[in-house]
């Protein structure tokens, strides 16, 4: 069940992300320094507690831009 969750966080904020570089001019940056604050380089490999908080981030930058 885990790894499932894992999966459905990547997607999520993979969609973010995709929303954020449509919207934003600095998006590059912006999210190159989120994924820098958790110590994210590959989400594959990041730890479901991590991807949690990437994503709370992720979202509220994309919800900041709705």
């Given at each position: ?5 894992k ?5 999520s904020i993979?969609s973010?992300m ?26 594959e490999r ?15 930058i994309e919800?900041?831009?709705?």
């Amino acid at each position: 069940m885990q790894n499932c969750n894992k999966q459905n966080l990547i997607i999520s904020i993979e969609s973010s992300m995709d929303f954020i570089e449509s919207h934003l001019d600095s998006a590059d940056k912006t999210i190159a320094i989120v994924f820098k604050k958790h110590g994210v380089r590959n989400l594959e490999r990041a730890s479901l507690s991590t991807l949690q908080e990437l994503f709370n981030e992720v979202y509220a930058i994309e919800a900041d831009l709705r």
